[in-house]
C-alpha cells in the first residue's frame, strides 16, 4: 500500500464516519458536530496553559489585505500557496457574457479582477501590522495570541493537510533572548498538552520561512 493509498482510507474512513463531510474538491472539507468538539477542546487546553501569560488576544477574520502578503516576503518563498480573492468587475454586458459562459460550461471566472483582499496563509500575519502601527515596542517586547481560518492551496487527500484550516498562534515579539526563551517555554508546553491527549508524537526541526531572508521582511514590515 502506497501512501497516497493510507491518505485516501483515511480520508475515506473519517468521511464515512460523519466527521468530516465532503465538498467535492480536496482539501476542503465541512466538520461534524463531534469534530468541532474535539478541536474546541484542543483549543481550551491550549489556552489553559497559555491565558496565564496574559497575552494581548487578536482575533482576525481568514482575509488580510493584498499589501500584507505583498511585504511579508511569502511571495518569495511560497508563491503556490497564496490564494487571493477576486470580484466581478465588469458591466451589464459582461454580466450576460459570464450567464452565457456559464451555460456552455467554459471559464465564467475568466472577467473576475483581484480585489484588494488575499487569504491569510496563517494566522500570525495580522499580528505583525497591528503591532507595528503601535509604534515601538518597550523593553518588554510583546505577546499576543491570535486565532484564524487560514488557506494554503496545496490540494491533497491527506485529510491532515486541508487547504483551508484553523490555526491558534501564540507569537512573542522582542529580542533574541525573549524569543528563544518563550520558543523553549512552549516546547515543553506543547510536549505536555500532547501527551495529556494520549497521543504519540515526536519533536523535530522545521524550516520556518520566518527565518532568514524572509524573517527579516517580516521583521522590517
Not at 52 to 81: A, C, H, T
Not at 109 to 126: F, H, I, M, N
Not at 193 to 205: C, K, M, N, Q, R
Request: glycine fraction near 12%; charge should be negative; aromatic fraction near 10%.
Amino acid at each position: 500500500m502506497t501512501l497516497t493509498d493510507v491518505h485516501r482510507a483515511y480520508r475515506d474512513e473519517l468521511l464515512q464516519a460523519g466527521l468530516l463531510i465532503s465538498m467535492g474538491v480536496d482539501g476542503l472539507y465541512g466538520r461534524s458536530g463531534l469534530f468541532e468538539r474535539v478541536v474546541e477542546g484542543i483549543n481550551a487546553a491550549v489556552g489553559k496553559v497559555g491565558d496565564p501569560d496574559q497575552p494581548d488576544v487578536m482575533r482576525f477574520p481568514p482575509g488580510i489585505g493584498k499589501w500584507q502578503l505583498e511585504q511579508s516576503g511569502y511571495l518569495n518563498s511560497s508563491p503556490q500557496l497564496v490564494g487571493t480573492v477576486h470580484s466581478f468587475a465588469g458591466n451589464d454586458s459582461d454580466h450576460r457574457a459570464m450567464l452565457e459562459t456559464l451555460a456552455q460550461g467554459g471559464d465564467w471566472t475568466a472577467g473576475q479582477r483581484t480585489t484588494q483582499v488575499a487569504l491569510a496563509p496563517a494566522a500570525c500575519y495580522g499580528v505583525y501590522p497591528a503591532i507595528g502601527a503601535r509604534g515601538r515596542m518597550g523593553p518588554e517586547g510583546a505577546l499576543v495570541d491570535c486565532y484564524t481560518y487560514c488557506f494554503r492551496h496545496e490540494p491533497s487527500i491527506d485529510p491532515a493537510r486541508m487547504q483551508m484550516f484553523r490555526q491558534r498562534e501564540h507569537v512573542r515579539l522582542g529580542s533574541e533572548e525573549q524569543a528563544l526563551a518563550f520558543r523553549e517555554k512552549w516546547k515543553e508546553r506543547g510536549q505536555a498538552i500532547i501527551a495529556s491527549f494520549g497521543l504519540p508524537f515526536e519533536v523535530d526541526i522545521a524550516n520556518d520561512p520566518f527565518f532568514g531572508r524572509t524573517g527579516r521582511l517580516l521583521a522590517a514590515s
